[in-house]
């Protein structure tokens, strides 16, 4: 055999062997799915809890994505990134997951479908063209399970839409959506000021309202209580429908703090009326009443008049602290980077406590508190030289053995009750008499002592309670996507549904420069404004030298000939 027909042969053995290795591979691909994420968080990479929710699909979930063909930067590249995550998807899912991408623009009558769904028609502006535009689009998302569907109805950003996606395919493949009591003495105030959050909420699980100024009876227990800080004394009836929850093993957060702030007038003061650490020391914790500052914290834009105009001003505000030492063996707050809670008291576990008390936020070694004179003032110098004495603990669980309140202390008691106990005083003094009298007229009706008897449970080995020494973080002023997702995160831990916490929280936070000295930063300056233009020279001495060199080197070859 010649040696171009043996080259030839061996060409073509070499071509079919690559043939064959693509085959199979193509054929190896289509059964075992692998993907390399490197992102922090491996947030390009389907959840392990939504993999497990797709593969246990029963029947078909129909995914339609209703976007514009026309939309402008960044939303153009929505399409694609979406289209590639539901392939993903359909990997785990198999032929149970179906998707399309659907123009309403080519359709009126998709247009009044999408309305009645609650998808709207957005303004997006686009300077592509180097003029500035005003486009109607549409960026909406509907998914069909069974005989349920569930609306996205913005696709604003595309970092959330694993955990928006899973959510929704939990709600509309569950058969028991969990229910979340906010329990408060004030319902109006907390849905005005909350009313952000709770919106939130609801489109994930049913929320209703313990009305701890009216309740009268026992009802039945939801499947977690979010205790909100108390603007009046609580009874000891009101005390009885919370201990319920924790004796229960139920999940209870407690959101409170024993001051009030208000950055608007610049006070801060005791709540005299909030007697709610009573309750918590039953269970071996308190909240304290004091005010965290820390070196580390937030800038807030503070407004002021100066003469006609209103001035806008940053300022370092040490009661905004920004914390950065998390508790990363907690799921709760492991994916953040730092968590701000303006206006917070420390939390601490009390001597003697049966639970397991576990720090999830704590100050950073150079904070300070206040503890009886409270001043908030923004503009104030508050020599962060000398905050030393931290850290402090803002955030914490206590899981395991707990005991109820009234193991040590008597049942409520009618206010029926209480006027026979009234009328046997006679020769006790009149001023108290009357005190009690009037407290006893403002109780509401609640049941008898034996039904209460029958209610109660003394201990519990399944306590799950999270105590934070703030609730305003979740007010609208103070909210943001962070807090907001600690908020979600607290809820989902109450109910044990810690899957979908490490979606929520992927990829969350801010990461800030480590402070450095200042002699450190000026030198980084110098170095920033020195150093390129010495690199350049040094570059251009080597290449002269090099070249001289070089010339010297092809002039003593010349000499030599």
Not at 161 to 186: E, F
Not at 289 to 309: H, T, V, Y
Not at 462 to 481: A, E, P, T
């Amino acid at each position: 055999m010649d040696a171009k027909r043996k080259y030839g042969v061996n060409a073509l053995i070499a071509l079919l062997a690559l043939v064959g290795i693509l085959v199979f591979v193509n054929l190896l691909s289509q059964r075992v799915y692998k993907r390399f994420d490197l992102s922090e968080g491996q947030i390009y990479t389907v959840p392990e809890y939504t993999r497990q929710l797709l593969q246990k699909l029963d029947d078909p979930l129909q995914v339609k994505v209703y976007f514009s063909t026309e939309l402008p930067f960044p939303y153009s590249e929505y399409r694609r990134f979406i289209g590639e995550k539901l392939e993903e998807y359909q990997v785990f899912a198999g032929q149970n997951l179906h998707y399309e991408f659907i123009d309403p623009d080519l359709d009126s009558e998709v247009k009044k479908q999408m309305k009645q769904l609650g998808i709207p028609q957005i303004q997006l502006s686009d300077v592509s063209s180097n003029k500035l535009e005003v486009k109607n689009c549409f960026l909406g998302m509907a998914l069909y399970y069974q005989d349920k569907s569930e609306v996205i109805p913005y696709v604003q950003k595309t970092d959330d839409l694993d955990y928006k996606i899973t959510s929704l395919i939990r709600k509309l493949t569950s058969t028991h959506q969990p229910r979340v009591a906010i329990a408060t003495d004030n319902v109006s105030m907390v849905q005005r000021d909350l009313s952000q959050v709770l919106q939130v909420l609801q489109q994930q699980y049913q929320v209703v309202f313990l009305d701890l100024g009216a309740a009268k009876e026992l009802d039945d227990l939801a499947d977690a209580l979010v205790v909100l800080v108390p603007q009046k004394k609580l009874s000891p009836w009101q005390f009885f429908l919370i201990d319920r929850y924790v004796m229960a093993g139920k999940g209870v957060a407690f959101f409170a703090s024993p001051l009030r702030s208000n950055l608007q007038v610049m006070m801060a003061w005791m709540n005299q009326e909030n007697n709610l650490d009573d309750l918590l020391h039953a269970y071996g914790v308190t909240i304290n009443p004091d005010l965290l500052m820390d070196a580390r914290n937030e800038r807030i834009s503070i407004q002021s008049r100066q003469g006609q105009f209103m001035v806008s001003n940053m300022v370092n505000y040490p009661l905004f602290p920004n914390l950065v030492d998390l508790n990363r063996s907690q799921v709760m707050v492991s994916d953040f980077q730092s968590l701000h809670f303006p206006f917070v008291s420390t939390v601490a576990p009390l001597d003697g406590a049966t639970g397991l008390f576990t720090w999830l936020v704590r100050s950073s070694s150079k904070s300070k508190l206040q503890t009886k004179s409270f001043e908030i003032d923004p503009y104030k110098n508050y020599e962060v030289e000398s905050f030393n004495q931290g850290p402090y603990v803002v955030a914490a669980t206590v899981t395991g053995k707990l005991s109820s309140y009234f193991a040590d202390h008597p049942l409520p008691q009618s206010a029926a009750k209480d006027e026979e106990k009234q009328s046997g005083k006679g020769g006790e003094d009149k001023t108290k008499v009357q005190a009690d009298k009037a407290e006893s007229e403002n109780k509401n009706d609640i049941p008898p002592v034996q039904e209460l008897q029958q209610a109660l449970v003394k201990a519990t080995d399944k306590g799950r309670l999270i105590v934070v020494g703030c609730s305003d973080f979740m007010k609208n002023d103070y909210l943001d996507g962070l807090m907001a997702s600690f908020f979600f995160n607290s809820v989902d831990w109450l109910l044990q549904d810690e899957g979908l916490i490490s979606i929520r929280s992927r990829g969350m936070g801010n990461r800030p420069l480590k402070e450095m000295e200042p002699t450190m930063q000026q030198a980084l300056v110098y170095a920033d404004i020195l150093l390129v233009p010495f690199l350049l020279i040094l570059a251009g001495l080597m290449y002269w030298r090099w070249r001289r060199r070089r010339i010297k080197k092809r002039v003593a070859r010349l000499m030599e000939k």
